[in-house]
């Protein structure tokens, strides 16, 4: 199964809003609203921010929200905050013999 | 409060063996299905391994399928990884991690480092 497409890199500064994308194919992303998306700081494990396409974990501040349209998810970071600062990657659900499968992804820098 | 500790990562030659372990506590875990993700140095995350809350199901990646297999027991709160003709490209951080459903993970370990070298 190939990974998710993200895009390497993404940056914003404080205060201001930014989305990252995550595309897949219809046997993953598209087929299935079971995207879910985690931050991993340097040295630590990720950290679950969005799951079911739209839903936040206990405790994941109402700033990070999860769309999807198609084949293509999307995780948008509102009112930047230099803790926000990590990588993001994305997962989709992948049928298929119970599988799942992953994002390359994201630096978000806070500039 | 979840906690998930990993043990068992080290050095190992290729072509050997190795057996993760990961203890489980603060939940119901017989209720849930648990996955295997790893981590090479530098690179992206990958699941390896899932296997039910029961046991009796169990799944694998590609890169991985004939030579690792998952096990857990549900009387110690304890699953297991074990792998066999390790390659270089095995080298990486293994997480366990508890699944919410779906292969959406909720909670994750703090890894341990396998290292396959000469």
């Known amino acids: 199964q190939s990974a998710l497409t993200q895009p390497p890199s993404a940056s914003g500064s404080p205060g201001q809003s930014v989305t990252i994308s995550c595309t897949g194919t219809s046997s993953d992303v598209g087929g299935y609203n079971y995207v879910s998306w985690y931050q991993q700081h340097p040295g630590k494990a990720p950290k679950l921010m969005i799951y079911?396409?739209?839903k936040r974990p206990s405790g994941v501040p109402d700033r990070f929200s999860g769309s999807k349209s198609g084949n293509t998810a999307s995780l948008t970071v509102s009112g930047l905050q230099a803790e926000d600062e990590a990588d993001y990657y994305c997962?989709?659900?992948?049928?298929?013999?119970?599988?799942?499968?992953f994002g390359g992804g994201t630096k978000l820098t806070v500039l | 409060e979840v906690q998930l500790l990993e043990s068992g990562g080290g050095l190992v030659q290729p072509g050997g063996s190795l057996r993760l372990s990961c203890a489980a506590s603060g939940f119901t875990f017989s209720s849930y299905a648990m996955s295997w993700v790893r981590q090479a140095p530098g690179k992206g995350l990958e699941w390896v391994s899932a296997i039910s809350g029961s046991g009796a199901s169990t799944y694998f990646a590609d890169s991985v399928k004939g030579r690792f297999t998952i096990s857990r027991d549900n009387s110690k709160n304890t699953l297991n990884l074990q792998m066999s003709s390790l390659r270089a490209e095995d080298t990486a951080v293994y997480y366990c991690a508890k699944d919410l459903g779906r292969l959406c993970f909720d909670y994750w370990g703090q890894g341990t480092l396998v290292t396959v070298s000469s």
């Open positions: 997962s989709s659900y992948a049928g298929c013999n119970n599988r799942v499968v």
């Open positions: 079911e396409v739209t």
